[in-house]
């Protein structure tokens, strides 16, 4: 990836010279834009893709080691607590499903 970063410089800079050469303030500026800023940004996003996806698989995957940690964790603290009789009020039954008890 470095060297689309090391082209992309290298556009940016050629894309400033024109905007330089051009004959008015608005030409030059209309013309870093729309031959150097935007099309740069379509192109580095696009390319940029699989990386992006990668780290979202990767957060994602990240998220659900934690949820299952959690989950054991509080499995295991319920049972603890079930053995010593004092459940939580919270304590799901074993069909995971919480506990409600009757209304009066």
Do not use: C
């Not at 010279?17 to 008015?24: I, L």
């Not at 192109?43 to 659900?64: F, Q």
């Not at 079930?82 to 409600?100: C, D, R, V």
């Amino acid at each position: 990836m470095p060297i689309l970063y090391i082209v992309a410089i290298g556009w940016i800079y050629v894309v400033l010279m024109m905007s330089v050469a051009e004959t008015s303030a608005v030409a030059g500026i209309a013309t870093f834009l729309f031959y150097g800023v935007l099309p740069l940004g379509v192109i580095l996003y696009l390319l940029n893709t699989p990386k992006r996806r990668a780290l979202r698989a990767e957060a994602e995957k990240l998220r659900r080691v934690q949820v299952q940690q959690r989950n054991v964790a509080d499995e295991s603290a319920n049972a603890s607590a079930s053995e010593l009789g004092n459940a939580p009020a919270h304590a799901a039954t074993p069909e995971g499903t919480p506990e409600i008890s009757p209304d009066p």
